[in-house]
């Protein structure tokens, strides 16, 4: 229908996405390379990554391993000479449970229950600590001997089970970076904790004054805390790759002779024939045999309309076929599709973007560390100055590892997250990633697609006052007959009442006719018509033998495109359009928005190609999209935004979904994203400007378990009310 988008035929989406990966574990050693999957849903921080990575690549035979922490999953490449048993041995001996790769394990599900369990332990957490410090309450106003001993033991009852159940996922990931011979956050953590316990437990038992099962619990529920707000910035996020995989099509009719037979997709081989019914996704790549239709293909190129599609055309696996029955002679299916090379593509750039590293997990590993080698020191001083005191340098030792246990630490960022993420809420933005924020901040360049991220992707009449109100009657009714994108926009907008239209039928890739007044009237190409394309997207009309008249189309902007570009612009920020769509449409929108740096008809794997390059050359990019010909681009660049409206595949891709129609608040989150990353480092300032404070303090003796949780709890919550200060 349209004299732009229907000039011959499209290049297989797939043909220029590069480096398919064929080769996938069957479980057997073989003689060639080959790549095995594997789960991993234990890790959840860049020490985990290194962790298994590492251990990985000493080993002979292994070429290559890259841990994805979003889909919480490990590939591996190796010559053939490991089985999925060895490897999934050798990842358990560094501390990390392996699975065969389930995606019903990598499922929302399974996020679902980690949260439900972190949040049920967080719960069980908080009861004991409020109980327990009633219990204190009374040590503390005077409570002595027997009274005293009861009410540490009843503290000691609470407190110790509470420890070992809400610990747990403390305890786990330190004794896996233990046996991998690292020195994780959780250490210290978990050290802690087992410190203030068994001096409480050893001083209960001895009559002491002093327990600090408040100490350990209070701990524990900070900790928690932080935990939780972090694992909730994860949790929306799951694989883009995982959604190109639901879009592939299972089953497949083939044609043998004069039968059609319905058969998995694949046992499908090169040269079979296969038949694809109007309203049908198409299951494979392939040349049209024989049909004419109309090619959905927007999911594969951005193109805004249709494609006219007959014998000798290429289709491509995800296309949706239209209007008309075609025949397809087979040239890949399955893992050599282009859907499968595009899902392929997006599951190496996300792998190569979750190897940022945040804010956090830099200064633990600087932190751990440190804390370690103070509280020994501590230890080691105490026991020389004392003459072997080992109860007073225990408890020395713990205070200063209390103090410093990096609970404000690990709160730092989730915090802030979470504030920025309920004000970004708010403005209609929904933040999915925990680092999403930090890469944000660091943004030089932004790139746009264009229908359905700068447009709304639905066109509108720009013409209708040229034509007369019969004409606009005819096209009325005919349009209604239709599906095609430009006649449902006519049957929309035209207000002239309809004229009776008789033997009204559609002509599968070309347009409808029928008959008013004894005469022939056609609505659609404009070849079919008897016109001369245009420049313009246009939907022809001809009434009898008089000329075709075009009904001119343009692709609406969405609220706010404008504002946004020029803001960008004015702060100095270089903007790029790159499309799939036709050159016209494109240029037609550059000139429109003021853009000077504008592509078309880009396929997906360019549009990747493109953002990388950009990031290569020393920017930070952030890819606004919404189709599933942008989910490359939007898994390789710093950071991606895409629109509600977007294709799933394009939103799990994405960082940042904008939730509304207008795209202005992408500006507000810019803004945001900076004060976010000031707010970070002003609470590492705090957590480290505490600790410069009250270590020595630790250190000389001068302050108890006790007192070191109740410091360390103070640092905590001044980090989360500095990080709450975004809200305002």
């Not at 009274?147 to 809400?166: E, K, N, Q, Y």
């Not at 900790?223 to 994860?234: E, P, Q, S, V």
């Not at 020389?384 to 340098?393: C, E, N």
């Amino acid at each position: 229908m349209t004299a732009v988008d229907y000039q011959g035929g499209m290049a297989c989406a797939g043909c220029v996405v590069a480096g398919s990966i064929t080769d996938r574990a069957n479980g057997q050693a073989g003689n060639g390379p080959e790549e095995v999957l594997l789960a991993l849903p234990a890790v959840h921080c860049a020490t985990c990554i290194s962790t298994v990575e590492r251990g990985l690549l000493v080993l002979p035979g292994i070429t290559e391993a890259r841990v994805n922490l979003t889909m919480k999953r490990a590939r591996i490449r190796h010559d053939g000479s490991r089985t999925v048993e060895d490897l999934i041995a050798i990842i358990g001996h560094l501390g990390y449970e392996a699975l065969p790769l389930d995606m019903v394990a990598l499922s929302s599900t399974e996020n679902d229950r980690v949260g439900r369990e972190l949040l049920m332990r967080l719960g069980v957490a908080f009861f004991a600590m409020m109980n327990i410090m009633l219990l204190s309450v009374a040590v503390w106003s005077g409570a002595a001997d027997a009274t005293r001993d009861l009410f540490h033991m009843i503290s000691g009852a609470i407190g110790l089970p509470t420890v070992i159940f809400a610990g747990q996922p403390f305890f786990k990931s330190a004794w896996a970076s233990l046996r991998a011979g690292q020195l994780g956050m959780d250490v210290p953590i978990s050290l802690a904790i087992i410190l203030a316990s068994s001096i409480s437990v050893y001083e209960t038992f001895h009559g002491g004054e002093k327990a600090y099962f408040d100490a350990a619990v209070m701990l524990t529920f900070f900790l928690l805390g932080g935990r939780y707000l972090d694992h909730r910035t994860r949790a929306v996020a799951r694989s883009a790759a995982q959604e190109l995989a639901a879009l592939e099509v299972p089953r497949a009719i083939r044609l043998t002779g004069t039968t059609e037979e319905m058969v998995s997709v694949s046992t499908l081989a090169v040269g079979d024939l296969v038949v694809i019914r109007p309203g049908g996704r198409v299951p494979v790549d392939g040349i049209v045999t024989t049909g004419t239709s109309e090619i959905d293909r927007s999911l594969l190129t951005g193109e805004s309309l249709p494609v006219h599609t007959g014998p000798e055309m290429v289709v491509s696996a995800g296309e949706v076929n239209l209007t008309g029955a075609l025949t397809v002679r087979v040239t890949a299916a399955g893992r050599d599709t282009s859907l499968a090379r595009m899902a392929d593509l997006v599951t190496v750039a996300e792998e190569s973007r979750n190897r940022y590293t945040s804010l956090a997990d830099r200064a633990a590993r600087l932190y751990s560390p440190l804390v370690h080698l103070l509280s020994f020191s501590a230890f080691g001083t105490w026991m020389w100055i004392t003459g072997g005191d080992i109860r007073y340098a225990i408890n020395i030792s713990a205070a200063v590892l209390i103090i410093t246990c990096p609970c404000a630490l690990g709160l730092a960022v989730p915090a802030v997250v979470t504030a920025a993420s309920g004000k970004l809420f708010r403005a209609g933005l929904l933040i999915k990633s925990g680092t999403a924020l930090e890469r944000l901040a660091t943004v030089d360049t932004v790139v746009f697609d264009k229908t359905g991220t700068l447009t709304l992707g639905t066109p509108e009449p720009t013409n209708l006052s040229d034509h007369d109100e019969t004409a606009q009657g005819i096209a009325l009714t005919l349009a209604r007959a239709s599906s095609h994108p430009l006649a449902q926009a006519l049957a929309a907008t035209i207000t002239a009442p309809a004229h009776r239209v008789s033997d009204i039928h559609e002509v599968p890739g070309y347009g409808i006719e029928g008959t008013f007044n004894g005469q022939s009237v056609r609505l659609g190409r404009a070849p079919w018509v008897g016109a001369e394309p245009g420049t313009v997207t246009a939907a022809w009309l001809r009434i009898g033998n008089t000329p075709a008249t075009a009904f001119t189309f343009a692709d609406r902007l969405r609220p706010g495109a404008a504002e946004l570009v020029q803001g960008l612009k004015g702060q100095g920020m270089q903007v790029h359009l790159v499309s799939g769509d036709v050159p016209g449409a494109v240029q037609d929108l550059a000139d429109r928005l003021g853009i000077t740096n504008c592509q078309s008809e880009t396929l997906p794997a360019e549009k990747a190609t493109f953002v990388s390059g950009l990031i290569a050359s020393g920017h930070s990019v952030l890819m606004i999209g919404d189709g599933l010909n942008d989910t490359g681009a939007l898994t390789a660049a710093t950071v991606s935004i895409s629109p509600a409206s977007a294709l799933d595949a394009a939103r799990v891709a994405s960082d940042i979904v904008l939730m509304g129609r207008d795209i202005a608040p992408v500006a507000l989150a810019l803004s945001i994203s900076r004060q976010a990353v000031r707010r970070m480092k002003q609470n590492f300032a705090i957590s480290f400007g505490y600790n410069i404070v009250a270590v020595p303090l630790a250190l000389v003796g001068l302050a108890t378990p006790l007192l070191a949780a109740a410091a360390m709890s103070l640092s905590s919550i001044t980090v989360t009310l500095n990080a709450m200060r975004l809200k305002s």
